[in-house]
């Protein structure tokens, strides 16, 4: 029963990624309250860092479950925030959906020909590290064994989709950010805060994702 309910959801969600998607307005009302003024100073450009990322899906005691990474702190930009796996485009990459199943697996050692791409979402750019990402959602069929990149990898995360759909997984926040408080929108899990562009885009995947009961999840 738990695999029939899990194909089911992966083909209602798949027709939905066919659809037209709701874009930047489901991924403005996760955004930092600061984006705004950054888009007024910063537009791609020929510099812009092609990038892309994974949404991967996969059976969780049949439940459809999520898997985001803790980045390791480091002096950047996203240093220690929880992400997507994923990364730049690379030149031997031929396409962006390349990227994200290449990045996927040297991150978190998800095996590229186990991931069935199901579409994509709406592309989004993040101006604080001039990044243009799109976002690809892909399944995975049976639970993957991970092998997290300990360089860029703190830990896995595995969340369940049925609790990131209900309304009260979203909430706000004041961060601090470059000695300037700002209202920050994020996903809460567990004791995690998902936020910043992975919120933004996990904003359009749950708003076009079917809602579903947790099975096994309270």
Known sequence: ???EFFNDYINALRKNLHKPLPGDESQRRMAPAVRARLLNHSKP?????ISAVLLPIFPNNGDPTLVFIKRQTYDGFHSGQIAFPGGKKDKTDNTLLETALRETWEEV???Q?????????????IPVSNHLVLPVV???WTKPQFYPSLQ??????EVPICKLVQPDSRTVKTLVLDNEP?????????KEMIWGATAMILAEFTDISPIIPCQNHV
Do not use: A, C, H, R
């Not at 450009?45 to 860092?49: F, Q, Y």
């Not at 860029?152 to 995360?157: D, G, L, R, T």
């Not at 700002?182 to 567990?190: A, H, I, M």
């Open 182 to 190: 700002v209202s920050t929108p994020y996903f809460k899990w567990d």
């Open 109 to 111: 050692g998800i095996v």
């Open 45 to 49: 450009d020929e510099k812009t860092k």
């Open 113 to 125: 020909e186990s991931v069935t791409i199901l579409g994509t979402l709406t592309p989004l750019f």
């Open 152 to 157: 860029e990898v703190e830990y896995i995360i």
């Open 1 to 3: 029963m738990s695999n």
């Open 138 to 140: 892909g399944v995975v």
